[in-house]
T-cell receptor
Framework: EADIYQTPRYLVIGTGKKITLECSQTMGHDKMYWYQQDPGMELHLIHYSYGVNSTEKGDLSSESTVSRIRTEHFPLTLESARPSHTSQYLC???????????????FGEGSRLTVL | AQKVTQAQTEISVVEKEDVTLDCVYETRDTTYYLFWYKQPPSGELVFLIRRNSFDEQNEISGRYSWNFQKSTSSFNFTITASQVVDSAVYFCAYAGGTSYGKLTFGQGTILTVHP
């Protein structure tokens, strides 16, 4: 069972609010990822990190930002939420030592964001 | 660029039927990895299997089996004697050999198993 946690699970907010989605893992994994899942189910990588102080943008452009100050923590922030940000955000991690570059990811349960 | 296609958006079966979920991919990589993930209603993606590009041996795990064919760029997933608990969204995914864990997902297939 993976030990990766996301909070909040559900969030409904108004336009223009700043929000932070939290993601923490207790497995000591060096790599962490944020995927955005739209209502049509497709998942797209929006951010990833290969270690502390390392962050990169993913394949799908996103107005969100991330930080990686600690190995276990990879929060995602939206400075000014808009209805177009309504989506499910899934955090994941992987272990370079055990799984190398093979991409076996451990996912959190997701944060479902609704912006009114 | 890599692409993963799951042609079936939704499949509905009755319990105990066998069901096959199709997945085809496009790539120019010589080394790559293919995956299947399950997303139950709780939301998290659960890893089911990983195959690498140089191992075309099919795999069976209980009621699950996977058929990897490089010649047709396909990696199909079969559930034998389906059960209601198999109801979920299933994703096929791809990672290039140097992608360092960044996955490209298919569109997902919603599987509903009726009692």
């Amino acid at each position: 069972e993976a030990d990766i946690y996301q909070t909040p699970r559900y969030l409904v907010i108004g336009t223009g609010k700043k929000i932070t989605l939290e993601c923490s893992q207790t497995m000591g994994h060096d790599k962490m990822y944020w995927y955005q899942q739209d209502p049509g189910m497709e998942l797209h990588l929006i951010h990833y990190s290969y270690g502390v102080n390392s962050t990169e943008k993913g394949d799908l452009s996103s107005e969100s930002t991330v930080s990686r100050i600690r190995t276990e923590h990879f929060p995602l922030t939206l400075e000014s939420a808009r209805p177009s940000h309504t989506s499910q955000y899934l955090c994941a991690s992987s272990d370079r030592i055990r799984t190398g570059n093979t991409g076996e990811l451990f996912f959190g349960e997701g944060s479902r964001l609704t912006v009114l | 660029a890599q692409k993963v296609t799951q042609a079936q958006t939704e499949i509905s079966v009755v319990e105990k039927e066998d069901v096959t979920l199709d997945c085809v991919y496009e790539t120019r990589d010589t080394t790559y990895y293919l995956f299947w993930y399950k997303q139950p209603p709780s939301g998290e993606l659960v890893f089911l299997i990983r195959r690498n590009s140089f191992d075309e041996q099919n795999e069976i795990s209980g009621r699950y089996s996977w058929n990897f064919q490089k010649s047709t760029s396909s990696f199909n997933f079969t559930i034998t004697a389906s059960q209601v608990v198999d109801s979920a969204v299933y994703f096929c995914a791809y990672a290039g050999g140097t992608s360092y864990g960044k996955l490209t997902f298919g569109q997902g297939t919603i599987l509903t198993v009726h009692p």
